[in-house]
């Protein structure tokens, strides 16, 4: 297959966190086939040397590490090693995040009985979890940058592409740990964008809406495999009404934003992909 946008990565080094999950995982085959050398960063090696097999037999090059993206010392570790195996850093996409039931609440809106009843509410919310969340997708976020930013600093062309979301510009119910942390996360790429912009790095980020995934399977469809009473709200609310496909949707917007020559002069921006999500009013 060939990618839906022509950018040239030829003799670039990616590096890919969250590699193995549904998104990324196309993302790093689209960075493969645009020419780039692609570090596969996650927690389960396993499937992200599946992923490199599958990119190898289409004639790329990618190599799995295991690597936690809440380990300073596990991250400049990782760095080193890339940075042996395939040269410096030109692209980060910082992938990984997810979120945690245990930081959710069971209801949309909160009602005075609800306290009298085994409904989890906004009171109830654990604090580990809601740490857990918010640790997974910025601070996720913050300490690969750290690690492989000091690979890219003083060397033009440089990019860094983080993962943000729609919930960062309207919060969804009952989510509001994974909500804010992507909030964090479009405001970080903002500062980081100025920070960076005398040493010749970009960065982006984009806030994909509404796609069907494994990590979401189970808020969108019931066991039956029909659609939830969510699904349905969301696609009433997405202007487009249906789900976004990541390979036609998502790959050609982060190809866009990697290539130097079409988008050398965009940074600190977050591209909402996301159907009209966020253009529509409800009526």
């Known amino acids: 297959m060939k990618n839906v946008i022509n950018t040239d990565l030829t003799g670039k080094v990616a590096v890919v966190t969250g590699a193995s999950g549904t998104l990324c995982s196309v993302f790093a085959i689209a960075l493969a086939r645009a020419g780039a050398k692609v570090a596969l960063l996650g927690r389960n090696i396993g499937k992200l040397n599946e992923l490199a097999d599958k990119i190898a037999a289409e004639g790329g090059i990618a190599k799995g590490y295991a690597c936690n ?73 913050l300490l690969p940058t750290q690690a492989f930013a000091r690979q890219m600093v003083g060397r033009p062309g440089c990019n860094i592409l983080n993962i943000s979301s729609m919930n960062a510009y309207l919060p969804l119910t009952k989510i509001p740990a994974y909500s804010a942390s992507k909030a964090a996360v479009t405001n970080f790429t903002q500062w980081l964008a100025v920070h960076f912009s005398k040493v010749g790095i970009r960065v982006n ?43 036609k949707d998502l790959v050609g917007s982060v190809l866009f934003l990697l290539n130097n020559e079409a988008a050398g002069f965009i940074t600190g921006i977050c591209l909402p992909i996301d159907g009209g999500f966020s253009a529509y009013s409800g009526v």
Do not use: H
């Not at 979120?99 to 949309?108: I, Y």
């Open 69 to 141: 993206v809440l380990s300073k010392d596990n991250c400049l570790s990782v760095a080193e090693a890339v940075l042996a195996d395939f040269g410096p850093c030109d692209i980060l996409i910082n992938g990984a995040g997810g979120n945690n039931s245990k930081a959710n609440t069971d209801k949309e809106f909160f009602e005075m009985p609800d306290l009298d009843q085994d409904t989890v509410t906004f009171f109830d919310l654990d604090e580990n979890s809601v740490q857990t969340v918010f640790n997974l997708n910025w601070v996720g976020t």
């Open 205 to 247: 980020a984009i806030a994909p809406g509404f796609f069907a995934a494994e990590q979401n399977a189970r808020l969108l469809y019931n066991e039956d495999g029909t659609p939830t009473e969510r699904t349905g709200k969301i696609l009433a609310a997405t202007p487009m009404g249906r789900f976004g496909d990541s390979e």
